[in-house]
């Protein structure tokens, strides 16, 4: 089922504007979630075995899932759901409306299986998404929300910002995924180093430590990061006690040709895998098996999802693989932890 996305829907797709597709995608599925039978269809087609795993407290029915920015106003997660994926984490969501950066801001890498973007958080708000999503809500699968800061928000408000969105969306979210690693944010990569990073991460801990059900938090790291921000944002985890998600996409250009030097934005997909998959190794290595981490950059198949595993990684996400390999993705990465006797990692 795979090749037939591969040969025949990819071409077609591939020959239209990115963004296009992506809006059109993000629609259709909105659409189709909502006839249960095509919906029940679909799932049918690309589920797997399960391959259960728990991580932060939460029980996951296999360690796959979908990364952020795919659905940034959480308005196709049923869709999305029944696509074989063990957790999806929607957004990147700011507390208000925003346009992002102008277009075109969407690039695919054919060559490399890549893509870049600069996006820049372009999203209906944490209101919006709110509503979207709570009517789409239980899900079959837990739910990680992104959360980001507005690009007109200043780096002294940045705390109070993304304090304001994790209010709106806690009650709908099973875990949060801080959002400090996107290279089209202006500033934001700063929030990496020691201080900062405790005074962002500070107040919403204290938030979810007052509810009735504390929910685990993830911070989202750059691949580009010097050692000593690493390092303090490790022993930051270990000491909070949140999760990392290693990596977002890179600013680097190296692994791609030279005519994409001047493409502004963060790369994504395989040129990424092995910047991501060094800074997904560091960090297991720093952290030693006592907050989880997802790894994020890269994935496309079974192998490099079990690559990932095996560097210490306890979940992983795709997005670009999604793209490039089409709805089968899942099942297929699945299909291949499951013959290599992949099991969950102890802590
Ligand atoms: C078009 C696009 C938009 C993205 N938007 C977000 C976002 O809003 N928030 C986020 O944390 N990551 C975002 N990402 C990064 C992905 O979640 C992922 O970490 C990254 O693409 C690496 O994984 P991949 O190689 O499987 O694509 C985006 C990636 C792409 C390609």
Redesign the pocket.
């Known amino acids: 089922m795979g090749f037939l996305y591969r040969k025949l829907i990819r071409r077609l797709l591939f020959n239209l504007n990115?963004e296009l597709v992506?809006d059109a995608v993000i629609k259709g599925a909105g659409a189709a979630q909502n006839l249960p039978f095509l919906n029940s269809m679909v799932a049918m087609m690309t589920r797997a075995k399960d391959l259960p795993v728990t991580v932060a407290g939460i029980k996951f029915r296999n360690p796959v899932g979908l990364?952020?920015?795919?659905d940034?106003n959480c308005e196709a997660a049923r869709f999305l759901s029944g696509l074989g994926f063990g957790f999806l984490?929607l957004?990147?969501v700011t507390l208000r409306p925003q346009p992002g950066n102008p277009k075109p801001r969407?690039f695919r890498l054919h060559e490399n299986k890549?893509?870049?973007?600069r996006?820049g958080?372009n999203?209906a708000g944490a209101w919006e998404a709110a509503r979207s999503l709570e009517r789409l809500l239980p899900l079959a699968v837990p739910v990680g929300i992104?959360i980001?800061k507005n690009a007109d928000c200043s780096m002294e408000e940045a705390p109070r910002n993304y304090l304001e969105t994790l209010r709106i969306m806690y009650a709908l979210g099973d875990y949060f995924?801080v959002?400090i690693?996107?290279p089209n944010t202006l500033q934001l990569r700063s929030l990496h180093g020691g201080e900062k990073l405790r005074r962002l991460l500070a107040p919403m801990l204290e938030f979810a430590a007052g509810q009735k059900r504390v929910k685990p938090f993830f911070v989202?790291i750059a691949p580009d990061l010097e050692s000593a921000d690493l390092e303090s944002a490790a022993a930051l985890a270990v000491e909070l006690g949140f999760g990392l998600?290693a990596?977002?996409?890179t600013v680097s250009r190296t692994a791609v040709a030279a005519r994409w030097q001047g493409h502004e934005g963060?790369l994504?997909?395989?040129p990424?895998?092995a910047l991501?998959n060094e800074i997904l190794f560091k960090t297991a290595e720093l952290v030693k098996g006592r907050v989880p981490i997802i790894g994020?950059?890269?994935?496309?198949d079974g192998a490099s999802a079990l690559e990932k595993f095996t560097l210490g990684a306890d979940l992983v996400?795709?997005?670009?693989?999604?793209?490039y390999e089409g709805p089968f993705l899942v099942k297929e990465i699945l299909g291949y932890l499951d013959r290599h006797h992949w099991r969950p990692r102890r802590h």
């Open positions: 990115p992506h990364a952020a920015g795919f940034k984490e957004g990147t969407l890549a893509i870049i973007n996006m958080f999203n992104s980001g995924a959002n690693s996107s989202k998600i990596t977002n996409t963060g994504s997909g395989r990424l895998r991501s994020s950059g890269g994935v496309s996400q795709v997005y670009s693989g999604l793209v």
